[in-house]
């Protein structure tokens, strides 16, 4: 499989969801999915499309569409009031459904969700915490009091829920930062959201990077750092599509290193006319070499640049 469609099907999978590794072999610049050979190999792994979904579209609610939808994330809403679960009420969410709490196990949420509890009572999170714990899940954190969490989760455990299952939910739901208003109980929540995620280190395939594999038709390169030692800008894993013109999709961390991995790219581009090649730089960060690029940081990286 050569390099554009291997990421063009790393996109699809990873956008129905899936948790895909990926082995790299740097010998030869060839991808897989498959277990390795023999062989100096760059693995990862990549988390698919996170899918939340809130149940309850009250005004907490309202407020977290807003902050969740300036993550690269899937958003669904649901509620069984149509007044509150609706298109003109919730405009950036990807779905909105309208239906029985007692239904949930109808609809599918995608691969492993991070489910969001803000109903409007008691009733409802019980049937909604059921069955977020039911199925598989990333995160579940729920609003209320201590008083009420308790409460709740003594009814879950009489029913025989357990105590280790009740104790992975988030609540009461959110980061502690003193939050009143619903703005800012959203961004606490948000924020507990980003931090479960951002535990698992693994590397991101974001949607700009997917849009420019569909949009582009000329030639392109892949940057993606392989190794970071030290201070320097740039995950392991950080990508970036580099096109004839200058023109990038995503980022290896910014800066002075960015701005000379995009010339680099452009030069590899020019002056390597065949398919599926490869080369591998080192950005020495440390003393002299970051004074030569600009950079005060440290350390070094290393850029793995496909042509694709």
């Given at each position: 499989?050569?390099?554009?469609?291997?990421?063009?099907?790393?996109?699809?999978?990873?956008?129905?969801?899936?948790?895909?590794?990926?082995?790299?072999?740097?010998?030869?610049?060839?991808?897989?999915?498959?277990?390795?050979?023999?062989g100096t190999f760059f693995e990862e792994e990549f988390a698919g499309?996170?899918?939340?979904?809130?149940?309850?579209?009250?005004?907490?609610?309202?407020?977290?569409?807003?902050?969740?939808?300036?993550?690269?994330?899937?958003?669904?809403?649901?509620?069984?009031?149509?007044?509150?679960?609706?298109?003109?009420?919730?405009?950036?969410?990807?779905?909105?459904?309208?239906?029985?709490?007692?239904?949930?196990?109808?609809?599918?949420?995608?691969?492993?969700?991070?489910?969001?509890?803000?109903?409007?009572?008691?009733?409802?999170?019980?049937?909604?915490?059921?069955?977020?714990?039911?199925?598989?899940?990333?995160?579940?954190?729920?609003?209320?009091?201590?008083?009420?969490?308790?409460?709740?989760?003594?009814?879950?455990?009489?029913?025989?829920?357990?105590?280790?299952?009740?104790?992975?939910?988030?609540?009461?739901?959110?980061?502690?930062?003193?939050?009143?208003?619903?703005?800012?109980?959203?961004?606490?929540?948000?924020?507990?959201?980003?931090?479960?995620?951002?535990?698992?280190?693994?590397?991101?395939?974001?949607?700009?990077?997917?849009?420019?594999?569909?949009?582009?038709?000329?030639?392109?390169?892949?940057?993606?750092?392989?190794?970071?030692?030290?201070?320097?800008?740039?995950?392991?894993?950080?990508?970036?599509?580099?096109?004839?013109?200058?023109?990038?999709?995503?980022?290896?961390?910014?800066?002075?290193?960015?701005?000379?991995?995009?010339?680099?790219?452009?030069?590899?581009?020019?002056?390597?006319?065949?398919?599926?090649?490869?080369?591998?730089?080192?950005?020495?960060?440390?003393?002299?070499?970051?004074?030569?690029?600009?950079?005060?940081?440290?350390?070094?990286?290393?850029?793995?640049?496909?042509?694709?």
């Amino acid at each position: 499989m050569k390099r554009r469609e291997f990421y063009l099907e790393l996109s699809r999978k990873l956008q129905n969801g899936e948790t895909v590794k990926v082995r790299t072999d740097l010998e030869k610049g060839s991808h897989s999915f498959e277990e390795p050979g023999e062989g100096t190999f760059f693995e990862e792994e990549f988390a698919g499309r996170t899918q939340v979904v809130v149940f309850g579209g009250g005004h907490i609610s309202l407020a977290l569409e807003k902050v969740l939808k300036t993550l690269d994330l899937t958003l669904t809403v649901v509620d069984d009031r149509l007044e509150f679960a609706n298109r003109e009420r919730f405009s950036e969410a990807d779905r909105v459904l309208t239906m029985s709490y007692e239904k949930l196990s109808e609809v599918d949420f995608g691969f492993a969700p991070y489910f969001i509890i803000v109903t409007r009572g008691h009733k409802d999170d019980d049937i909604c915490l059921r069955y977020a714990l039911s199925v598989k899940h990333s995160y579940i954190g729920m609003i209320g009091s201590k008083g009420k969490v308790a409460l709740t989760f003594d009814r879950l455990a009489a029913d025989g829920i357990s105590r280790e299952a009740l104790a992975e939910v988030h609540a009461p739901i959110g980061l502690k930062i003193g939050g009143n208003t619903p703005g800012e109980i959203a961004i606490s929540i948000a924020a507990e959201l980003v931090q479960v995620k951002n535990q698992k280190k693994r590397s991101l395939f974001s949607e700009e990077l997917a849009q420019g594999l569909r949009e582009e038709r000329g030639p392109l390169v892949m940057a993606t750092v392989i190794e970071k030692n030290g201070s320097s800008p740039g995950k392991r894993g950080a990508r970036m599509l580099v096109n004839e013109k200058g023109d990038i999709y995503g980022t290896v961390g910014g800066g002075t290193v960015e701005y000379t991995v995009i010339q680099e790219a452009e030069n590899f581009l020019r002056e390597n006319t065949g398919e599926d090649l490869f080369e591998i730089r080192e950005y020495n960060l440390s003393n002299e070499g970051a004074a030569s690029l600009g950079m005060i940081c440290g350390g070094h990286i290393k850029v793995l640049l496909e042509k694709l």
